[in-house]
């Protein structure tokens, strides 16, 4: 496995991208942290979640009934762009799921998934640097150490957002996250059933953005 991609956006957001792509980069690297370009690409907490927080969101969940939560990964990306990026989003939540549950015989397939999708929008140029570590720490099992290494990758996700030049994509790449995502945790919220694992489905913050 000497590739592949786990973004978080879920959760709205991208995580992983070890293959460097050949996209032009028409933004000045010294304005991709510049907020006035953020907020104009549309990334915002809401579109690019705290990978970190989504772990520990997770982990409020407790165990996850990863069985039923599981679904067939697609072997190829939709044709039309925008259905790409709806199904990327969906991807990374799925790629959430599957570092959460430990499911280590899974990481591979996400991430060609992940990887063919996001080769379509064009993104990754900032990622690879992070790729050596987080194969070390998946090929060794050590999940607390993924998702650590998964943490520290928050800035360059945000940056190949800001590098995507396209809100409307940004956007549909957050949606389909949020909305696999509300599918993981309800699901998770009922099985069994508890108001506090209920609490965490209540992001009013989401539905009002």
């Known amino acids: 496995m000497n590739r592949f991609f786990i973004l978080p956006a879920c959760l709205g957001v991208l995580t992983l991208l070890s293959v460097n792509l050949t996209t032009a980069q028409e933004i000045p690297e010294d304005l991709v942290d510049d907020e006035h370009v953020r907020e104009e690409f549309g990334i915002n907490p809401i579109t690019t979640p705290s990978i970190k927080k989504v772990f520990e969101s997770l982990e409020s969940l407790g165990t996850l009934p990863y069985e039923r939560l599981k679904r067939e990964i697609p072997d190829r990306p939709p044709r039309d762009r925008a259905l790409v990026a709806l199904s990327l989003g969906s991807l990374v939540a799925d ?38 570590s987080i194969i070390e720490s998946s090929g060794l099992g050590d999940f607390e150490k993924l998702k650590e290494e998964l943490a520290e990758t928050q800035s360059d996700v945000e940056a190949e957002m800001v590098l995507l030049r396209d809100v409307d994509i940004v956007h549909l790449i957050s949606l389909g996250g949020w909305l696999r995502a509300l599918e993981i945790v309800s699901k998770t919220a009922l099985t069994p059933y508890s108001p506090e694992k209920a609490k965490v489905v209540q992001r009013t913050d989401i539905i009002e953005y």
Do not use: D, N, Y
């Open 95 to 132: 790629g959430f799921l599957i570092v959460q549950s430990e499911q280590i015989e899974q990481i591979e397939p996400i991430g060609k998934s992940i990887l063919s999708h996001a080769k379509i929008l064009g993104a990754g140029m900032k990622l690879s640097r992070h790729s050596k």
